[in-house]
Structure formats: C-alpha cells, structure tokens
C-alpha cells in the first residue's frame, strides 16, 4: 500500500457497510469529524491524534514539553475546524519503570494539564496501560455547525494565508537529529516551535465566517495545502515572493524544505475571499500574530486531485519551481 493516505482511505473503504443510525454531520477525512448537538445550530468537533515513542518524540526528550505538545496537537486540530477545545480523553501506555518512579509521568502530567488549563479545557477520563510510551488524546470541541472551517470550503479566487512562520519546528528537528548549526536566536525559535506548539485556537475561533476552509500545518505546507486543494476541487498557487524570507544565518536550500516540506508546525493554512483582507488583518494585529497572504486559489483543468501537482509554486517570472525533492510532505507509510 502506497502510503498513509492510501492507507487511511483502504481502511475506511470497509467502514462503507457501516450501518450507522447516527450519521455524523461530516466523517473522516477532515481536521476533525462534526457531531450534531440537541442545539441545531451547534456541533461538536472531535479529533484523535496519538504520539509514539520513536515516532514522534525521543525517549530523552523532556516530558514536560512532550506533555503540552500531546494536547497541543489535538487542540491544533479543534483550532483548524474553528471549534472552541472542552473536553479531552487521554489513552497512556506506559513503562513499568514509569509506574515505580513517576517522575517522568508527573512531569508529562503537568505540561498535559498545563496546555488544559491555558486553553480551559476539561479531561475526562482515558485509559492506562504497560507498553512503550505512547499517547493518544481526544479532544472535543463546540462550533457553531454553520461556520466550522473544513478542507472542501475553499472557492477560486480565494487568498491563501498562513499563521506564523512555519519551517522553524523542522529546522528545530534538523538541528537536534542532524547537528546541523542554526545561529542562537533561530535556535531558540526552532526549539520553542518543535517542543511547545502554540495551538491556534483563538485564531481559529476568530475565522469564523470570515475563511472559507482551513488546515492546521501538521505535515508540511505543499502537503497539507494539498488536502484543501484536492478537498476543495481547486489548485492553489502560492508566489514565492510572498513566503516568509530564509531567517539570517540559515541555508535558503534548507530553509526552503523546512518551510513548504516540514511538518509540525501547528500553524494555521486558510483561504478567504479578497474582501476579508482587512478583517483578516485586523484578526491578526489584535491576536499579535503575524497573518501572511502566500498565494491564492485556482480553477484549473486538473483541479481536485492529490496530484503533485495541484499545489505549485510561482517564481518571480511566474514560472512553477521545481519542487519534486520536497513534495513529499510527512508520511508514516511513505
Ligand atoms: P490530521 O493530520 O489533521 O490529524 P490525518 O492526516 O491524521 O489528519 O487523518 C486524515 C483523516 O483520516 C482524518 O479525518 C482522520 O480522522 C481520518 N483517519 C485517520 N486514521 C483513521 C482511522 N484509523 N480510522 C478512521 N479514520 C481515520
Ligand atoms: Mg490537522
């Protein structure tokens, strides 16, 4: 089987003759699933994402951090649908050792409650077990039904923008498996991003109504644009100009691997109409976070597919880079 994505779509293929009573407003495929509430205009949003032991983090890496950053990418995932985080579930299987000497686990519970409390959320119940460490949450989050931010809402002539800088927690990574050198402020940047994701959960609420779909950059921007581009039935086009510049001291080659390759960012992809520019604007001068406009939405004869091509990279002659050694993107199975 080629790939996660294959994979993912191989499973859900048997789930076809799944007879449910209580159809969901939207099922898989998206940051989260949608779940109607009594109140008709609201729903729920629930997401599951799991981190692993070798996978997604060293065994030596602080559990504290490693703590926040398990919440963390689950409420990235409520923040992407615009839904408000409040109830969590978290599935622990642990070393025996943990079980002896709790220090670690303590320190991974505190960073866990610590992300709860920043963003008020509740966690309800789990489940623990023996077994190498790994973590899976459930977060479950209120949106008003009308307004959640999916993949397939994007329309043509759409800006496409992005939150922060994404690139740095990759960067962070190459610098901690791979030696390779950053210069002392692009470190501490690279390290806060890799270890302390800041979920975009008020940004998100405040896309309500004003974006017309959005993803969280959790697999690298060429790929997880792409999900919107393919869900959407649309190519995006994003300009190079307009993509955050290689920070000083850094290789542009790298850099730009990181940047529209690298995953684990946790920042906000979106698209919008052009009239919501100055709103958009707005939304980031009052949540002091930077908003930048990297391209927009297209109609094209091939538009809707996962092709690699559906997502490209304009030059400043308009040329499409060649962008085949970072389209990838992040791949379990790849
Ligand atoms: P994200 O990166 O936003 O967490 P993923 O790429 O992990 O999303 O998953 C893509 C979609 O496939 C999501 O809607 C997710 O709920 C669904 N999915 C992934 N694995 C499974 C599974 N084992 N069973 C059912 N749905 C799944
Ligand atoms: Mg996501």
Redesign the pocket.
């Given at each position: 089987m080629a790939g996660e994505f294959a994979l993912?779509e191989h499973?859900?293929r048997q789930t076809r003759a799944n007879q449910a009573t209580h159809p969901p407003v939207l099922g898989?495929?998206?940051?989260c699933?949608l779940i109607q509430t009594s109140r008709p205009d609201l729903a729920w949003a629930v997401?599951t994402?799991m981190l692993v032991a070798g996978v997604h983090f060293l065994e030596s890496d602080n559990p504290r951090d490693l703590g926040w950053k398990t919440l963390a990418v689950n409420l990235s995932?409520l923040a992407a649908m615009g839904a408000v985080p409040r109830y969590v579930t978290l599935a622990a299987a642990i070393h025996p050792a943990d079980a002896a000497d709790t220090s670690w686990l303590d320190a991974f519970f505190a960073g866990f409650i610590d992300c709860a409390d920043t963003y008020g959320v509740a966690l309800i119940g789990g489940d623990t077990t023996r077994g190498p460490r790994v973590f899976s949450v459930t977060a479950m989050g209120e949106v008003l039904a009308n307004h959640a931010l999916r993949r397939s809402g994007a329309q043509a002539g759409d800006d496409i923008w992005v939150s922060g800088t994404p690139g740095y927690a990759t960067l962070g990574l190459q610098a901690k498996l791979n030696g390779v050198f950053l210069p002392p402020d692009v470190t501490a940047q690279a390290e806060r991003a890799l270890h302390h994701p800041v979920p975009r959960v008020s940004l998100g609420l405040g896309l309500n109504g004003l974006a017309h779909s959005a993803i969280?950059v959790?697999?690298g921007m060429l790929q997880d644009l792409g999900h919107i581009a393919q869900a959407s039935g649309l190519d995006a086009m994003l300009s190079e100009g307009q993509l955050p510049p290689c920070p000083r001291g850094v290789d542009p080659g790298l850099w730009q691997f990181c940047l529209l390759g690298g995953g684990d960012d946790y920042e906000l992809l979106f698209t919008a109409p052009v009239s919501a520019r100055r709103d958009i604007t707005g939304l980031g001068n009052s949540l002091a976070l930077p908003l930048t406009r990297i391209g927009s939405m297209r109609r094209t004869a091939e538009a809707g597919t996962m092709t690699p091509s559906n997502v490209q990279v304009l030059d400043e002659a308009q040329k499409p880079m060649d962008l085949s050694r970072l389209r990838a993107g992040f791949d379990h199975f790849a």
């Amino acid at each position: 089987m080629a790939g996660e994505f294959a994979l993912i779509e191989h499973l859900l293929r048997q789930t076809r003759a799944n007879q449910a009573t209580h159809p969901p407003v939207l099922g898989p495929g998206d940051d989260c699933a949608l779940i109607q509430t009594s109140r008709p205009d609201l729903a729920w949003a629930v997401t599951t994402d799991m981190l692993v032991a070798g996978v997604h983090f060293l065994e030596s890496d602080n559990p504290r951090d490693l703590g926040w950053k398990t919440l963390a990418v689950n409420l990235s995932d409520l923040a992407a649908m615009g839904a408000v985080p409040r109830y969590v579930t978290l599935a622990a299987a642990i070393h025996p050792a943990d079980a002896a000497d709790t220090s670690w686990l303590d320190a991974f519970f505190a960073g866990f409650i610590d992300c709860a409390d920043t963003y008020g959320v509740a966690l309800i119940g789990g489940d623990t077990t023996r077994g190498p460490r790994v973590f899976s949450v459930t977060a479950m989050g209120e949106v008003l039904a009308n307004h959640a931010l999916r993949r397939s809402g994007a329309q043509a002539g759409d800006d496409i923008w992005v939150s922060g800088t994404p690139g740095y927690a990759t960067l962070g990574l190459q610098a901690k498996l791979n030696g390779v050198f950053l210069p002392p402020d692009v470190t501490a940047q690279a390290e806060r991003a890799l270890h302390h994701p800041v979920p975009r959960v008020s940004l998100g609420l405040g896309l309500n109504g004003l974006a017309h779909s959005a993803i969280d950059v959790s697999d690298g921007m060429l790929q997880d644009l792409g999900h919107i581009a393919q869900a959407s039935g649309l190519d995006a086009m994003l300009s190079e100009g307009q993509l955050p510049p290689c920070p000083r001291g850094v290789d542009p080659g790298l850099w730009q691997f990181c940047l529209l390759g690298g995953g684990d960012d946790y920042e906000l992809l979106f698209t919008a109409p052009v009239s919501a520019r100055r709103d958009i604007t707005g939304l980031g001068n009052s949540l002091a976070l930077p908003l930048t406009r990297i391209g927009s939405m297209r109609r094209t004869a091939e538009a809707g597919t996962m092709t690699p091509s559906n997502v490209q990279v304009l030059d400043e002659a308009q040329k499409p880079m060649d962008l085949s050694r970072l389209r990838a993107g992040f791949d379990h199975f790849a």
